[in-house]
Antibody, heavy 120, light 110 residues
Framework: QVQLQESGPGLVKPSQTLSLTCTVS??????????WSWIRQPAGKGLEWIGR???????NYNPSLKSRVTISVDTSKNQFSLKLSSVTAADTAVYYC????????????WGQGTLVTVSS | NFMLTQPHSVSESPGKTVTISCTRS????????VQWYQQRPGSSPTTVIY?????PSGVPDRFSGSIDSSSNSASLTISGLKTEDEADYYC?????????FGGGTKLTVL
């Protein structure tokens, strides 16, 4: 059973960089054909796709966040990471990592989510 | 980029049938698969429909999905409503390189 777990600081100051890691267990991040993705959800609001990284390492980002986002993968640690720069209060949200399968297109595994608050 | 528009909320009684719509703003709804996710309060989303009308294993057949090219929209239908179906539902689709979620619909079963 694949499991995803987000980790990182719960509080980030405005203008700084938000950094989160998603640790994958129960399967290798580099095997199979999957997209590893970050999604966020402000309190009381809907889901927003942030970006994804493919097994090969190629990335795609939400155009509205593209200038501030970097997603990377560390296959040796079975982890992938999110960096979001120049954060403001509008970036306060629960951040989820999730796996998208390409045989049957959908997010089949999600992390439990981690709340990141941007405040001084 | 395109948008997916959902009604903010719907409500229906237990045992009845409810349909939630998801309208694509540009590009054909039929050109890329639509997925539907259920999110209960305090929980991560789970998939109830993928590839327009497919159910992952474990999802009851009370959940069904469809697309309508004439209205450029997708629909999630839940029949035989149960109180446990009360949740937020999100549609999701994509284009060449971007994934997009609808704004979500709060389903109240009362």
């Amino acid at each position: 059973q694949v499991q995803l777990q987000e980790s990182g600081p719960g509080l980030v100051k405005p203008s700084q960089t938000l950094s989160l890691t998603c640790t994958v267990s129960g399967g290798s991040i580099s095997s199979g054909s999957y997209y590893w993705s970050w999604i966020r959800q402000p309190a009381g609001k809907g889901l927003e796709w942030i970006g994804r990284i493919y097994t090969s390492g190629s990335t795609n980002y939400n155009p509205s966040l593209k200038s501030r986002v970097t997603i990377s993968v560390d296959t040796s640690k079975n982890q992938f990471s999110l960096k979001l720069s120049s954060v403001t209060a509008a970036d306060t949200a629960v951040y989820y990592c999730a796996r998208w399968r390409t045989s049957g297109y959908y997010f089949d595994y999600w992390g439990q989510g981690t709340l990141v608050t941007v405040s001084s | 980029n395109f948008m997916l528009t959902q009604p903010h909320s719907v409500s229906e009684s237990p045992g009845k049938t409810v349909t939630i719509s998801c309208t694509r703003s540009s590009g054909s709804i039929a050109s890329n698969y639509v997925q539907w996710y259920q999110q209960r309060p305090g929980s991560s989303p789970t998939t109830v429909i993928y590839e327009d009308n497919q159910r992952p294993s474990g999802v009851p057949d009370r959940f069904s999905g469809s697309i309508d090219s004439s209205s450029n929209s997708a629909s999630l239908t839940i029949s035989g409503l149960k109180t446990e179906d009360e949740a937020d539902y999100y549609c999701q689709s994509y284009d060449s390189s971007n994934w997009v979620f609808g704004g979500g619909t709060k389903l109240t079963v009362l």
